[in-house]
Each structure stands twice: as structure tokens, then as C-alpha cells.
């Protein structure tokens, strides 16, 4: 049986904080921030300030076994441009896989006819509850595009080599992006 790394290692101490109250100090489309006030391990109290995150679903889409359909467009809060993988936010009580089908569809006008989990990370554990469950998408037919009215974004095929050059000389650094193609590079069993 697999561990569960929910729970805390009985190899290590307990460092587990308890929840003595919480405040929303602000709710949006995309996100909601929180303000925590907790009792730490050895009885004090701290406040600790997050985000809460619907969760998200990132599609490493492969358009035959060495070329991987990338996306370029500008992310505003670090105000440049960036080459990712699709992915997006889940809708309240989405299935993963039916967001990251969505969402290939939405911005690449492409449908998989083959759907592999990856894999679920936590992005930012210090200050968000953000989860992103990975699919691999094999078998692309072209269909249409249907981006959302504030979507603005290309596609590129990009031969799979070249993408993991980009991984490692920071042209990719989007960490959703990284992730999802060093887990092709090194953990995919094909």
C-alpha cells in the first residue's frame, strides 16, 4: 500500500499547525486569500496569509512521439512572455481530465483520441493550496479553436529535443512547462 504523505511521517516529528480561526481577507474569480491564525507545535500562535486555488489541470500534448504542441502568450503578473504547456483552472467540482480536455480544445483547437494521467503536484506550498494534475495527450485530431474573448495566444509545434534544450537554457521556465516535460523526458516508460 502506498504511503499517504497527507498524514505526517511517523519516522519524523509532528509538525503539524492547528487551525484556530480563519478569515477571508479577499475572493475572486481566480483565487480567494485567506488569513489564518494557528497554534504551532509547541503551543504558540502565528498567522499565516495563503491562497486558495480551484485547482488546475496542464496537458502535455504530443503531436506524434517527438514534437510536443506548445502554447506562447504573456502572463501579466511577471509581464513578459512565456512558452507553456495548455493548462487551466478547474471549474467547482471538475473532473481533472475533463478540464484538461476542455482546455486543449479551447486553445489549441485540438482533440486527443489517447489520455494518459501523469501525475498531481503542488505548486507554491508555502502560500497556495494550487494543485495541477498532468495528462499526456496522444492522438490529435484538429478540430477548431474556441478561445475564451480575453485568450490571446499562439501554438507551435516544437520538436521534443529542442523543448528540452529550452528547459535547460531558461527560455521554458514556466514551472508547470518544466515539470511537465522533464516528467516526459525522464519518468515517461516509453
Given at each position: ?32 486569500v ?20 480551484q ?40 473532473d481533472?481530465l475533463?478540464?484538461?480536455q ?74 508547470k ?14
Amino acid at each position: 500500500m502506498p504511503f499517504d504523505w497527507t498524514l505526517p511521517d511517523p519516522r519524523w516529528p509532528d509538525f503539524t499547525e492547528r487551525t484556530l480561526d480563519s478569515v477571508p481577507r479577499y475572493r475572486g474569480t481566480l483565487l480567494d486569500v485567506h488569513e489564518d491564525r494557528v497554534q504551532l507545535p509547541d503551543g504558540r500562535e502565528a498567522t499565516r496569509e495563503y491562497i486558495r486555488h480551484q485547482g488546475a489541470a496542464a496537458i502535455v500534448p504530443l503531436l506524434d512521439e517527438k514534437t510536443v504542441l506548445l502554447e506562447y502568450q504573456y502572463r501579466y503578473p511577471q509581464r513578459r512572455h512565456y512558452l507553456e504547456i495548455p493548462a487551466g483552472k478547474l471549474d467547482p467540482e471538475e473532473d481533472p481530465l475533463k478540464a484538461a480536455q476542455r482546455e486543449l480544445q479551447e486553445e489549441t483547437g485540438y482533440r486527443a483520441k489517447r489520455w494518459k494521467k501523469l501525475m498531481r503536484l503542488d505548486l507554491c506550498i508555502a502560500y497556495s493550496t494550487e494543485q495541477i494534475t498532468y495528462f499526456l495527450a496522444e492522438d490529435l485530431v484538429f478540430e477548431e479553436i474556441r478561445r475564451d474573448e480575453e485568450e490571446f495566444l499562439e501554438t507551435l509545434a516544437v520538436p521534443l529535443e529542442e523543448a528540452w534544450r529550452w528547459v535547460e537554457t531558461g527560455r521554458i521556465c514556466d514551472a508547470k512547462t518544466v515539470a511537465g516535460l522533464l516528467w516526459l523526458k525522464t519518468l515517461s516508460p516509453t
